[in-house]
């Protein structure tokens, strides 16, 4: 009590309005002649006069033991801690309550606990609404799995800070809001309830956009076209400034080529709120600007329908894909692009060309239509294991590629493939090629080596056979060097005729002579040749002087040749009439030794009655009879007759 009263053991007695008090309370005089009055108690708050401690103060009857009223009882209770508590959270209610974010008391479970102005200003709730209600009712339909996330987070501890997304008004409008949403602990630490501080940021996201919108290509127009926002990127894009592009129908400014009619478009918008495609537009001082566009329909608050319209420049690209397109139209091959599925989506005329389907039949199609059945499986092992190392590789080096044509026939084939990433993911570009030609001239090369090693070896059998016979006829050594050389000359001169014609063709008997000659001087004169000449295509000049060559070694090693008294009789002949005009030509061996049919076909046999067969379009066979070899040729004139 001394605190409160300046008491000392002199004032027993003295009546206590008379003391010196530290409470600022002017009425207690009053307040106790009315306990006295009416027997009841009196409380009131008190305050010491600096306001630095506060009471409850409670007066009530004093009584004596023997039933008599002797006065007043003063009780005094400090309470200041609870009244300096209660202050703080005045203060905080009315700052909260002030605040221009909303802030929202709730269970773990999302029911709302506290709302404040702020909340209801920018929710549209007021507080009866929403306190007790599911805090749920603030989230979009498409987010409505947030709360059970955010609620298991929450109970770990876990803050959320500052982060924008989208809630529901009352009216079920979107308002975009920054949120924090922090765990609130009791005394022990453990998380009972939670709380959500708000920030509309509609109007700063609405900035941005402008801000953002300002720089992109895009502009706002009313349903009959008219322009009525212009950014500075349409400026930087067309060259008009806002303020010339204002007022006016958009397509009419810019001179818009539509890929199908506005009414068809407008239709679309109307009915899905959006429409994109390509627009080939013109800028202010006539160039051609081509734009990837996008519209999208939107209302105003007061229901006014508006489009905005954002454009993507696109003319280089179209530049560039122009020159693409062109490059892969003017490939002589095939062409074709494909996504990482196998589907075709671009081809070129060489591909028409090369497998017989026409554009609309390829594209939208699998690649695989295109691959003989038979390679079908392996061809889906092969695109994959490309997908997943998209690299330059020519496919199929050491394999045997083959396409397959609309008609069913497959040819082979040589492919080039080239990774492309767009914005439709990965493109695979094949470059195909047709190998037909280059395959039947690799066999032709092939076969002529073969026939080069052959006719080596035999030209030196050739030669070992003339200088035998040589040294047999020969009386001296300069006789036999003499004669050997002149003949191993004139086996030099075999091919020397073609080159004198500039490879024009020549002359079936000069083919045969030459061939022939060098047996004649070598002492066989057993030759004899019809009058009747033909002047020879190149082709069928060599392929009949290499069977002639090979007849005349086969007759020098075994047949008619090999003996002196030996005859071969070589005569052709042209019969038939206009398109059927066909020579035949005929080969027959005599006196030489008795022939058998050799076991195994040599390569002299394959090079006449394959080689010479497919090189003439005709037909050639040997005729391995007893008496001596007999070789039959017939081909259609045409084939081989040349012009001199």
């Known amino acids: 009590m001394t605190g409160l009263f300046h008491l000392r053991d002199s004032d027993r007695g003295r009546p206590v309005t008379e003391i010196v008090s530290r409470v600022a309370y002017s009425q207690l005089h009053h307040d106790a002649t009315r306990v006295l009055r009416d027997l009841s108690v009196v409380e009131r708050e008190v305050h010491t006069a600096d306001d630095a401690s506060s009471f409850l103060m409670r007066i009530r009857p004093y009584r004596r033991l023997d039933d008599v009223i002797d006065g007043v009882v003063l009780t005094f209770f400090d309470i200041t801690d609870r009244k300096r508590h209660e202050q703080d959270r005045a203060t905080l209610a009315a700052i909260v309550d002030s605040t221009q974010d909303a802030v929202i008391g709730h269970t773990l479970n999302g029911t709302i606990t506290s709302w404040n102005k702020a909340a209801e200003r920018i929710f549209g709730y007021t507080a009866a609404q929403a306190v007790g209600k599911a805090l749920a009712m603030l989230i979009p339909p498409d987010r409505a799995d947030e709360v059970p996330k955010i609620v298991k987070e929450l109970k770990r501890g876990k803050k959320f800070d500052n982060f924008d997304i989208e809630r529901i008004r009352q009216d079920r409008t979107r308002v975009a809001v920054s949120l924090t949403i922090s765990p609130v602990r009791d005394n022990d630490g453990n998380v009972v309830a939670a709380s959500t501080i708000g920030h509309d940021i509609t109007e700063q996201r609405q900035h941005r956009i402008a ?40 397509h009419k400014l810019l001179a818009t080529v539509f890929p199908r009619p506005l009414s068809e478009i407008e239709a679309e918008l109307e009915r899905t709120g959006k429409w994109s495609g390509k627009l080939v537009n013109r800028h202010r001082d006539g160039r051609v600007v081509i734009v990837a566009s996008n519209w999208l329909r939107y209302r105003e608050p007061d229901g006014t329908a508006r489009v905005i319209h954002i454009n993507a420049d696109i003319t280089e690209r179209e530049r560039v894909e122009e020159k693409f397109r062109a490059a892969v139209e003017a490939f002589p091959g095939g062409m074709i692009m494909a996504d990482a599925t196998g ?79 767009s914005d439709e993911g990965l493109l695979v570009l094949s470059a195909i090629v047709d190998i037909t030609e280059r395959k039947h001239a690799d066999q032709q090369r092939q076969l002529l080596l073969q026939e080069l090693n052959h006719r080596v070896k035999n030209t030196l059998s050739t030669v070992q056979s003339i200088a035998l016979q040589t040294s047999k006829s020969a009386e001296t050594t300069e006789e036999f060097q003499q004669a050997f050389g002149l003949r191993l000359v004139a086996l030099a001169k075999t091919h020397d005729l073609l080159t004198q014609s500039d490879w024009k063709g020549a002359s079936l008997r000069e083919v045969a002579r030459q061939q022939l000659r060098l047996y004649e001087q070598a002492g066989a004169n057993a030759f004899t040749l019809p009058d009747v000449d033909v002047f020879l295509k190149p082709n069928a000049a060599l392929a009949l002087g290499m069977m002639f060559h090979e007849l005349a070694t086969n007759a020098a090693k075994y047949g008619a040749l090999s003996v002196p008294a030996g005859r071969i009789r070589l005569s052709w002949e042209v019969d038939g009439h206009g398109e059927r005009r066909r020579l035949q030509l005929l080969w027959v061996e005599s006196g030489g030794p008795p022939v058998e049919k050799p076991r195994r076909r040599g390569f002299g046999s394959t090079l006449i009655e394959r080689g010479l067969a497919h090189e003439l379009n005709g037909e050639a066979r040997l005729h391995f009879e007893p008496t001596g070899l007999r070789c039959t040729v017939v081909t259609s004139l045409a084939s081989v007759e040349g012009v001199p």
Do not use: C
């Open 343 to 421: 589907k075709i989506v671009l081809v070129n005329a060489g591909t028409e060309r090369l497998f017989g389907y026409s554009r609309n039949e390829l594209l939208g199609q699998s690649i695989d239509m295109l691959v003989p059945a038979a390679s079908r499986r392996h061809h889906e092992g092969y695109r994959n294991a490309f997908i997943k190392q998209p690299e330059a590789r020519m496919m199929g080096v050491g394999r045997d590629l083959r396409g397959v044509r609309k008609n069913g026939t497959e040819f082979p084939i040589e492919i080039g493939l080239n990774p492309i990433q």
């Open 211 to 250: 801000a953002a919108l300002d720089l992109t290509p895009a502009l706002i127009r009313d349903k009959s076209g008219r322009i009525e926002y212009w950014s500075q990127g349409m400026q930087a894009l067309y060259g008009y400034s806002a303020e010339q592009a204002r007022g006016h129908v958009f």
